[in-house]
């Protein structure tokens, strides 16, 4: 079992920055491909990153490429999203989420995700 927590979300201007970080209890984190997914109002929760267990390896969605960096420290049960350039369409509840049995970290989908966080709203103003 994982518990999850997020923050450093909040309310940023267009061209900003924002770093997320996800907590996460137990002494097992660097068992799980950790990953960050967005929801928007109205619309389906979707994949932005996800990291390897060690930390070794990155995946990124299209949007994501150049302006967001997923990392993690295992020592502190932390998985971070440094994220630049913000837009208002990066505006969304950010969750972080714990996959426990999947072998390479291109893992996009919800369904393969077995713990969540409660999410952090992130909004951009223009």
């Known amino acids: 079992q994982v518990q999850l927590v997020e923050s450093g979300g909040g309310l940023v201007q267009a061209g900003g920055s924002l770093r997320l970080s996800c907590l996460a209890s137990g002494r097992t984190f660097s068992r799980y491909i950790m990953g960050w997914f967005r929801q928007a109002p109205g619309k389906e929760r979707e994949f932005v990153a996800s990291?390897?267990?060690?930390?070794?390896?990155?995946y990124y969605t299209d949007f994501a490429k150049g302006r967001f960096t997923i990392s993690r420290d295992n020592a502190k049960n932390t998985v971070y999203l440094q994220m630049n350039s913000l837009k208002p369409e990066d505006t969304a509840v950010y969750y972080c989420?714990?996959?426990?049995?999947?072998?390479?970290?291109?893992?996009?989908?919800?369904?393969?995700?077995?713990?969540w966080g409660q999410g952090t709203q992130v909004t951009v103003s223009s």
């Open positions: 989420a714990a996959d426990a049995g999947s072998l390479s970290i291109i893992v996009t989908t919800t369904r393969n995700y077995d713990y």
């Open positions: 990291i390897s267990r060690s930390g070794g390896s990155t």
